[in-house]
């Protein structure tokens, strides 16, 4: 459990007892149950949307991490940037289940998980696959980052 609701909890319990303690008539002690449960609702309500604000100030936090350390200029560090952004964006699945599901499509169509080194124009054509998908993630995760794509630096 959360500290928060704990504390919530905890806090709540102790106004009911001195509560019923030291009002004087059953209406009083009535009023004021309502007005510590209505308190320790909104307490917890706050604690709660607290908690959720933070958990995604980190995810911009750490996808403008990503992003920071983003670079296209050779395939492997393409490769590499990708697939940090993947790993992003699995961790956080919960909160972004369709993002992730179409960056992984996306990857898997640019074979980022198989290097073509053999023949020439397969590693050509790769390099601007992974060129494209790496322009792209670093779109999504300026969205996710909550800048705007035009105002971060690409390549």
Known sequence: MDIGYSVGIAGSIASLISLFIAAPSWRSRLVHAIYVMIVTTLASAYVAHSAQLAAYAEMERQAQKILASADLSTDGSARGFILASLSFLEKNKADFPDTYDSAKKLADSSDVFVSKQEDG??????????????????????????KSPSTSSFN
């Open 121 to 146: 124009m397969d590693r050509l054509h790769q390099g601007w696959r992974l060129q494209d998908v790496g322009s792209a993630m670093k779109s999504l995760l300026a969205g996710l980052a909550g």
